[in-house]
């Protein structure tokens, strides 16, 4: 019988690794092409409006064309309804080193959701592919972060009905062990 409590015990820790929804990490990636972007925005991923934010920017190109001192890449920030905030970013020499490309600081005005787009384009044809990615990023004290825009990763749907799968999966499997147990018995 102990062994039958103990299994249950293990069965329902397992399932429930697979149960509850993943924690989020605090980098995102988007990909355009070859181009893998990761963002990082200092604080934590968690800006204040007001206060000074470090978006830190890390690119990955399959190609291997990519060089950062060859790119014109553009930062847009965009308030819903506001005139977007525009800028280059640039390899600040002076600046500590780091596992992050480049970074800028930003100070985002309101409590808002806003749509961070990164435009890579060669300063010279042919060095690297063109790309553009973009996040939407909720700036507020209780829930900051990375704002999913329905456009990437399997539809609610999908994800219940595979949730449900393990369960019904787990559960037979549960039930052959059960069975075995009592005819031992």
């Given at each position: 019988?102990?062994?039958?409590?103990?299994?249950?015990?293990?069965?329902?820790?397992?399932?429930?690794?697979?149960?509850?929804?993943?924690?989020?990490?605090?980098?995102?990636?988007?990909?355009?092409?070859?181009?893998?972007?990761?963002?990082?925005?200092?604080?934590?991923?968690?800006?204040?409006?007001?206060?000074?934010?470090?978006?830190n920017f890390l690119f990955?190109?399959?190609?291997?064309?990519?060089?950062l001192a060859d790119c014109?890449?553009?930062?847009?920030?965009?308030?819903?309804?506001?005139?977007?905030?525009?800028?280059?970013?640039?390899?600040?020499?002076?600046?500590?080193?780091?596992?992050?490309?480049?970074?800028?600081?930003?100070?985002?005005?309101?409590?808002?959701?806003?749509?961070?787009?990164?435009?890579?384009?060669?300063?010279?044809?042919?060095?690297?592919?063109?790309?553009?990615?973009?996040?939407y990023f909720r700036v507020?004290?209780?829930?900051?972060?990375?704002?999913?825009?329905?456009?990437?990763?399997?539809?609610?749907?999908?994800?219940?009905?595979?949730?449900?799968?393990?369960?019904?999966?787990?559960?037979?499997?549960?039930?052959?062990?059960?069975?075995?147990?009592?005819?031992?018995?």
């Amino acid at each position: 019988m102990k062994n039958f409590i103990l299994s249950g015990i293990i069965f329902l820790l397992v399932l429930s690794i697979f149960s509850f929804p993943k924690i989020a990490l605090a980098h995102y990636e988007e990909t355009d092409k070859d181009m893998t972007v990761t963002i990082h925005i200092n604080p934590n991923d968690a800006p204040l409006p007001g206060k000074q934010s470090t978006l830190n920017f890390l690119f990955n190109d399959d190609s291997k064309k990519f060089h950062l001192a060859d790119c014109l890449c553009t930062i847009l920030i965009i308030e819903q309804g506001k005139h977007p905030h525009k800028n280059q970013l640039t390899i600040d020499s002076k600046s500590k080193p780091s596992i992050w490309g480049v970074s800028m600081l930003y100070t985002f005005p309101a409590a808002d959701v806003y749509k961070i787009v990164l435009n890579g384009t060669p300063k010279k044809r042919g060095e690297f592919e063109p790309f553009t990615v973009s996040w939407y990023f909720r700036v507020d004290s209780v829930h900051p972060g990375i704002v999913d825009d329905d456009e990437k990763g399997p539809p609610d749907i999908v994800v219940l009905v595979s949730a449900l799968g393990v369960v019904i999966v787990g559960l037979v499997l549960f039930g052959i062990f059960v069975k075995r147990e009592f005819t031992s018995a």
